[in-house]
């Protein structure tokens, strides 16, 4: 049972403030944090209208940051961008005003952004009766439960007079400790790391970017998970531009390493201030997310007044990143389609907000759940599976989807696999039952006579090439098949992929050659007559003479054709070998040389006598 008196030997949470306009969040910031967020122009206005940032400490030392988030719901895309990474929600309401429409959309947007953990702070109480206040917390209370059906904390103050502030304080210190305790238990549970290393890969949206003279580039959001220390490499998506981390500011000190939940400052080198901005994403180097202009979303939440289910053209807020995108509703599931204008950098799991196109009502929260191509094959299947996926996504809940679609999925570690009784083949986690009958399917393919290059055993397979590559290799090992002329065949043999890289490249050439035959007084080989010698002792080219090699295939095509339609003691001339070959005399006169000393033909003056027939199964 997790409570907030769970031992947390140290963490750093982030808080956000939301509401209606002009019901204090700002002063309630400043009553906390004795920090003043709004700027100049804002405080002019009495308005917030971007981001404002602050923070406390608790009795331990642990810093809990603040973001204060515009009111006015014409702000409401740059309120998303301030709650998409909070592990507590503060939703504040006038006591002297009370719930306000403003106060409904941002409750609904942070619940649709997945926030869970939400104190209600009842502000200016010192300007109501006290029935009047409990009718505003009795309101409040049915509207967060109706709207989300959570129970919240929730507190009276007075920000302006520092009523009941250390309460609130302590609260939402409470409210963070059990939030992250309930963080690292799940993480515990689901074993939610795809790799050894994948806990501290870093996960950041930039919500600002400016360069200070003599240090450069300085990038700052919320580091909503993982860990960035000095030196560090960085991806910047969409852009794919790489980084070094120089240095790190966190709450106005100089630190060598930031851990999530954190807003941070990072100055970083070989990341220019005109190719990145706001919404674009800080990654690791090895971080899974791919680039994409369009994926497929689960609904999570829909707003009571949307009747209906049109394509049409929203406003998306993901992260601290917002655009447009045309929405189209995948009939009989909680699907949907977004098409965006451009790519952009996307998760499994992901959580985003739909707004009314130039409006400012939420339309849906939606998570991220497929970005990559749908064949068409493929598509009822998806469907099935992307719309049966767990109410709680983590990463396991991808491979178990990817595992129940294709069968496999690519991972640098077998704990997952091991972990469900799965095999594993580095890089990749099989379904048993998959791999069983893929397997046989193969065999079965093979038996019937015809190789099969992995290009063509993927397209009839369905199956993507590299995981068609491996289990070959697997089939191979059992000696239940061989690699010949780049294509696999039933049965033992030898397998061209198992000549060291110099002799296969001197095959690959030849081949090239084709009829023209690759000329030793032509090309230059490093230490080619050795392996010209062991490529000829193992049948895979042949010397017509001691400078003129052709690939063993090209070779017997070239007898079948100077044999077929003759029979044995038939005589054929040079004339007629040069003509059923096309080859010049430079190269005729060696063929039929070697195929005297191969015992096809034997020399009878100008003429060659048939000493055997082209097999007739090879006609």
């Known amino acids: 049972m997790l409570s907030p008196s ?3 030997m140290h963490y750093q949470a982030v808080v956000g403030l939301a509401g209606h ?7 309630l910031i400043e009553a906390l944090t004795g920090m003043m967020t709004a700027r100049p122009h804002e405080q002019a206005l009495g308005m917030t209208q971007d981001l404002g940032f602050a923070h406390f400490q608790d009795e331990d030392g642990n810093t809990i940051g603040v973001v204060d988030v515009p009111g006015h719901e014409r702000y409401l895309r740059n309120m998303v961008a301030g709650v998409w990474h909070l592990n ?8 002297d005003e009370g719930w306000m429409p403003m106060t409904t959309s941002h409750l609904h947007v942070a619940h649709a952004m997945g926030i869970e953990d939400i104190v209600v702070c009842i502000n200016k109480r010192d300007k109501v009766s006290a029935a009047q206040l409990a009718e505003v917390e009795e309101q409040a209370l049915e509207q967060v439960m109706d709207m989300t059906g959570l129970l919240p904390e929730i507190v009276t103050v007075s920000a302006l007079k520092k009523d009941n502030i250390e309460a609130l304080k302590q609260l939402l210190i409470d409210t963070a400790k059990m939030n992250i305790a309930r963080q690292q238990h799940l993480i515990a549970v689901n074993d939610d790391v795809n790799s050894p290393h994948q806990a501290q890969v870093p996960l950041m949206y930039i919500d600002r970017v400016f360069v200070v003279n003599g240090i450069g580039t300085v990038l700052t959001g919320t580091l909503a998970k993982g860990q960035l220390s000095v030196g560090d490499k960085v991806r910047c998506q969409p852009a794919n531009l790489i980084g070094t981390v120089r240095s790190l500011q966190a709450y106005h000190q100089q630190l060598s390493s930031v851990a999530a939940t954190c807003r941070v400052a990072i100055n970083v080198k070989g990341i220019s201030r005109k190719d990145v901005g706001r919404g674009h994403l800080i990654t690791g180097m090895n971080q899974p997310l791919v680039v994409r202009d369009q994926c497929i ?3 999570t939440k829909t707003a009571a007044t949307l009747k209906s289910r049109k394509q049409r053209q929203v406003e998306v807020a993901m992260g601290t990143w917002h655009g447009s995108a045309r929405l189209s509703y995948i009939p009989h599931t909680q699907l949907a389609r977004l098409v965006f204008d451009k790519p952009l950098p996307l998760l499994f799991g992901q959580r985003l907000a739909m ?4 409006g400012s009502g939420l339309q849906h929260g939606a998570e991220v759940v ?4 749908i064949f068409g094959y493929q598509k009822r299947r998806l469907y099935e599976v992307l719309d049966h996926l767990p109410k709680l996504l983590a990463p396991q809940s991808q491979r178990q989807m990817l595992l129940a679609l294709q069968g496999y999925f690519e991972t640098d570690t077998s704990d997952f696999c091991a ?10 986690c099989f379904d048993n039952s998959w791999l069983t009958q893929t397997m046989a399917q193969i065999e079965t393919l093979l038996a019937a006579g015809i190789s099969m290059a992995v290009a063509e055993l993927s397209h009839h397979l369905r199956v993507n090439a590299d995981v068609v590559e491996l289990l070959m290799q697997c089939l191979k090992q059992q000696d239940k098949v061989h690699l010949s002329y780049g294509k696999w065949c039933s049965g033992q043999g030898d397998n061209e992929d198992d000549l060291p890289q110099v002799a296969l490249d001197i095959l ?9 035959g690759l000329e030793l007084n032509k090309v230059t080989l490093p230490d080619g007559k050795k392996w010209l010698r062991q490529l000829s002792h193992q049948k895979y080219i042949t010397a017509l003479d001691e400078s003129i090699y052709f690939d063993m295939g090209v070779y017997q095509q070239l007898v079948q054709y100077v044999l077929m339609d003759h029979q044995v003691n038939d005589r054929i001339s040079m004339a007629e070998i040069k003509d059923r070959t096309e080859l010049s005399r430079k190269y005729s006169i060696p063929l039929a040389n070697r195929m005297e000393k191969d015992g096809w033909v034997k020399r009878d003056g100008d003429e060659r006598i048939i000493l055997r027939t082209w097999p007739a199964q090879s006609h």
């Open 508 to 516: 690959l050439q030849i081949r090239q050659f084709g009829k023209a």
């Open 88 to 95: 507590v929600l503060l939703l504040v309401i006038a006591a």
């Open 297 to 299: 979303v689960r609904l």
């Open 370 to 373: 497929w970005t990559e191509y």
């Open 21 to 27: 306009v002009d019901h204090g969040k700002t002063a």
């Open 6 to 8: 769970s031992k947390l």
């Open 419 to 428: 972990a469900n009784e799965q095999t594993y083949i580095a890089p990749y």
């Open 355 to 358: 707004i009314q196109k130039g």
